[in-house]
């Protein structure tokens, strides 16, 4: 039997020493494989202990209604990782050439767990082959890399099986949005593998890192990726092929007093709830249409003039001509993606893209 006291113990002194620094760089690489090996070996331990566990019905023991809900339940791990134990302890029985090399420390539980996948989703006179030929090149290759080959093993011994999933994958693309406490919009989802990366090509084109002042990019990853999906957006609300939505065209409308935008004071606020500050709405209203509306006491519309645009047609052509594009130092935007608005080094009107406008706020 196991001495899992005994495990405890030699870790806990091996933490408590902090000695690996006397390793040489050879020692401690090999220490670091070593490591991987026993936590797939622990990690085996774990779910075979789970399905020992489910055999004899631990879990109707203890009320769970089954052994996922046990370990969530007891050993406080996320719902996730309780379901995809209890998924492997269910399959292993099925692929018990990957059982073994997961038993031997050889593969991840994730390697285990994509092999058992692929496995039981193509025919049964071809399974054997496939998982050894799986097996083969599981222990050189990272998940996500495995994932990928066990498509192709996929769509190569059944393709109508791939098919199949390919449509199921399509049905369960998804988009989700809400407002968190502050009024930013978070957003998660799935789209499949085709329309997945026409926005990866679309966000990696407008996201690459761009020097600011002649110095690097000082954006993180996620801040890039996210300046590039607002600048999508505001290209294709610049154009006119998007469809009609409560009778005008797609476009964001906020709301202020003028004497609160001149004075650089309090905030506007947007159809969906949105709020922004005077300063950055004074640097949006660079390029925008102006509304004046007259209210009463009682916030009833007494007059409703005409749109006017800051930045009229002729001075957006003159600009685009002696521009050429984004006048923010190393920024290659066209001129169909800018603003016109932002002040120049000289004083002048510019024009300038979102990351541009972005930039002047760093500098």
């Given amino acids: 039997m196991l001495d899992a006291n005994a495990i405890e113990s030699i870790l806990l002194d091996h933490l408590t020493l902090g000695d690996v620094y006397q390793l040489s760089e050879d020692e401690h690489l090999a220490f670091l494989v070593k490591l991987e090996t026993i936590t797939n070996l622990l990690t085996a331990v774990k779910i075979?202990?789970?399905?020992?566990?489910?055999?004899?019905?631990l879990h109707t023991a203890q009320g769970c209604r089954n052994i996922a809900t046990l370990l969530r339940s007891h050993l406080r791990i996320s719902p996730a990782e309780a379901k995809r134990r209890s998924?492997?302890?269910?399959?292993?029985?099925?692929v018990p050439d990957t059982r073994d090399a997961l038993y031997a420390g050889v593969i991840s539980s994730d390697h285990a767990a994509i092999i058992a996948d692929v496995i039981k989703n193509i025919p049964a006179e071809v399974a054997d082959e496939a998982e050894q030929s799986l097996l083969k090149h599981a222990p050189e290759l990272t998940p996500r890399e495995l994932m990928q080959l066990g498509k192709r093993v996929r769509s190569h011994v059944d393709q109508e099986g791939a098919f199949t999933d390919e449509q199921a994958a399509v049905e369960a693309r998804a988009f989700r949005m809400t407002k968190n406490q502050h009024g930013w919009l978070v957003f998660n989802g799935c789209l499949p593998p085709l329309e997945g990366g026409m926005v990866e090509e679309a966000l990696h084109a407008v996201s690459k890192p761009r020097p600011v002042g002649g110095e690097e990019d000082p954006r993180t990853p996620e801040q890039r990726y996210a300046d590039g999906l607002c600048e999508l957006i505001t290209v294709a609300m610049s154009t006119h092929d998007l469809p009609i939505s409560g009778g005008v065209r797609p476009q964001m409308v906020v709301t202020m007093q003028l004497d609160w935008l001149e004075e650089k004071v309090r905030s506007g606020y947007t159809d969906w709830d949105g709020e922004a500050t005077a300063s950055l709405l004074r640097q949006l209203s660079c390029d925008a249409e102006l509304i004046p509306v007259v209210l009463?006491?009682?916030?009833?519309?007494?007059?409703?003039?005409r749109s006017v645009r800051t930045a009229p047609p002729p001075l957006r052509r003159a600009?685009?001509?002696?521009?050429?594009?984004?006048?923010?130092?190393?920024?290659?935007?066209?001129?169909?993606?800018?603003?016109?608005?932002?002040?120049?080094?000289?004083?002048?009107?510019v024009a300038c893209c979102f990351e541009g406008y972005r930039g002047a706020v760093v500098e």
Avoid: H, M
């Fill in 48 to 57: 075979d202990a789970a399905a020992c566990a489910e055999d004899r019905g």
């Fill in 296 to 305: 009463n006491g009682e916030s009833i519309p007494l007059d409703y003039g």
């Fill in 87 to 94: 998924q492997l302890a269910e399959d292993l029985p099925g």
């Fill in 319 to 349: 600009l685009a001509v002696r521009d050429k594009g984004c006048a923010f130092p190393g920024c290659d935007r066209p001129p169909a993606w800018t603003e016109v608005g932002l002040p120049g080094l000289d004083g002048q009107v």
